[in-house]
């Protein structure tokens, strides 16, 4: 079966940096999708990754890992208003989307 | 970036009554959308994917005659739940592709809480 898997809550102090894994076993690979949803909104796009390697957007940066099934979201100079729940998300042979359970992240002063 | 529109935010109804969603994409044309259904504190749930001028398919176990989808353009979409039920509230998003993108990534819209009383 398809799954997607990802720690439940995380906690981090403001201002510092937090790792959020993925690991995934899916029918075939055609890129990896980090969204970042806040209680009550729709995800918002985050990072794409689809070759290995170490993708940098600002604040966030997004690794990929194909041979190990694995990812990481790489959040720094962490702020409160980063306090949310971090989707990662596989896109399969078929171009569906498999969803994890999504990370929620706790930011305290 | 690309906007995904979605209509109502929020709609309270009585049971058994029927209500409508809409969902548009504004500066783009999306022959997929998706429709995903969000309980409290639970991960996002395909419903179906809507396919632009033909029959949308559903995820195992979602009601097809209960979710009725039609995908009449390449900018909209719209869920419709029929008799609706108290266990049908919930959060619903709508998600287009942009083909044009280099990733098809999914937009999303702005989601629609629907509670039945």
């Known amino acids: 079966g398809q799954n997607i898997d990802q720690p439940t809550e995380m906690t981090a102090t403001e201002g510092a940096i937090v790792q959020i894994n993925c690991t995934y076993q899916?029918?075939?690979?055609?890129?990896l999708f980090w969204y970042q949803q806040h209680a009550g909104e729709a995800p918002t796009f985050l990072s794409y990754n689809v070759l290995d390697g170490l993708e940098e957007k600002g604040r966030f940066s997004s690794f990929l890992s194909r041979s190990k099934g694995y990812s990481y979201l790489l959040l720094k100079e962490l702020q409160m208003k980063d306090s949310a729940s971090y989707l990662c998300a596989v896109r399969d042979s078929n171009y569906q989307l498999i969803w994890g359970a999504g990370t929620k992240l706790i930011i305290k002063p | 970036g690309a906007v995904v529109s979605q209509h109502p935010s929020r709609v309270i109804c009585k049971s058994g009554t029927s209500v409508k969603i809409e969902c548009r994409s504004l500066d783009f044309q999306a022959t997929t959308m998706f429709w995903y259904r969000q309980f409290p504190k639970q991960s996002l749930m395909l419903m179906a994917t809507?396919?632009?001028?033909?029959?949308?398919?559903?995820e195992q176990g979602v009601e097809k005659d209960k979710f009725l989808i039609n995908h009449a353009s390449l900018t909209l979409s719209t869920l419709t739940v029929t008799s609706a039920h108290p266990e049908d509230s919930s959060f619903y998003i709508c998600s287009a592709r942009d083909l044009a993108g280099d990733s098809g990534e999914q937009f999303f819209g702005p989601g629609t809480r629907l509670t039945v009383l």
């Open positions: 809507s396919n632009e001028g033909s029959k949308a398919t559903y």
């Open positions: 899916t029918s075939g690979f055609n890129g």
